[in-house]
Nanobody
């Protein structure tokens, strides 16, 4: 089992920045591929970013590429999502997810473990 706890969400003006954190426990973090997903009201959960267990492979959705950066600190069992140049359309609940598979995945249904989410609201 893996427990994931997100933090760092909040209210920010358009153009601002936030850093989300996801702390993991319960299993060796360094072997987990990690992902960030988001879900806006009335919409399906969508992929934002993912990172391999080593940190050597990262993926981004086109909508966040160039603005968001995913990183991880295996010594702290934590993955981060640095969000810059935020837009109102980035408003959503952001979820951290973990997977034990070999490949880094971008499909929500393929992740085994999920956090409770943290709200990000970007005002115009």
């Amino acid at each position: 089992q893996v427990q994931l706890v997100e933090s760092g969400g909040g209210l920010v003006q358009a153009g601002g920045s936030l850093r989300l954190s996801c702390a993991a426990s319960g299993r060796t973090f360094s072997i987990l591929n990690m992902g960030w997903f988001r879900q806006a009201p009335g919409k399906e959960r969508e992929f934002a970013s993912a990172i391999s267990w080593s940190g050597g492979i990262t993926y981004y959705a086109d909508s966040v590429k160039g603005r968001f950066t995913i990183s991880r600190d295996n010594a702290k069992n934590t993955v981060y999502l640095h969000m810059n140049s935020l837009k109102p359309e980035d408003t959503a609940v952001y979820y951290c997810a973990a997977d034990t598979g070999v490949r880094v995945k971008t499909t929500p249904a393929l992740y085994s473990y999920w956090g409770q989410g943290t709200q990000v609201t970007v005002s115009s």
